[in-house]
């Protein structure tokens, strides 16, 4: 089981920036970025394979999200520019293992451990 724990969220206004991390207490072969609102179901953002850097994005944050990570500090990124009001949730990091399965980007993935959290508020 690997400890997650993230960081860098708050409160903007709407076309402004965040950055979130996400702290491994160990290796992971993958790293999600996932979102949700009240009253809304789970939303998976962005995936980046540890082997490689390969990425995957919803649509919903294609191309004003980046995510990025650094192996030798177990961290990633989630660069978030030109932030909406829609945008506004509690940001969720998840490594890849065995447990439930998600469709981000047309991609199945599946995330075993999930850190606690990190809320990003957009004002208009």
């Known amino acids: 089981q690997v400890q997650l724990v993230e960081s860098g969220g708050g409160s903007v206004q709407a076309g402004g920036s965040l950055r979130l991390s996400c702290t491994a207490s160990?290796?992971?072969?993958?790293r999600g970025w996932f979102r949700q609102a009240p009253g809304k179901e789970r939303e998976g953002v962005a995936v980046i394979l540890s082997g490689g850097g390969s990425t995957v994005y919803a649509d919903s944050v294609k191309g004003r999200f980046t995510i990025s990570q650094d192996n030798a500090k177990n961290t990633v990124y989630l660069q978030m520019n030109t932030l909406k009001p829609e945008d506004t949730a509690m940001y969720y990091c998840?490594?890849?293992?065995?447990?439930?399965?998600?469709?981000?980007?047309?991609?199945?993935?599946?995330?075993?451990?999930w850190g606690q959290g990190t809320q990003v508020t957009v004002s208009s």
């Open positions: 160990g290796y992971t072969y993958s």
């Open positions: 998840a490594a890849g293992g065995r447990g439930d399965r998600y469709l981000i980007g047309g991609v199945w993935f599946s995330f075993a451990d």
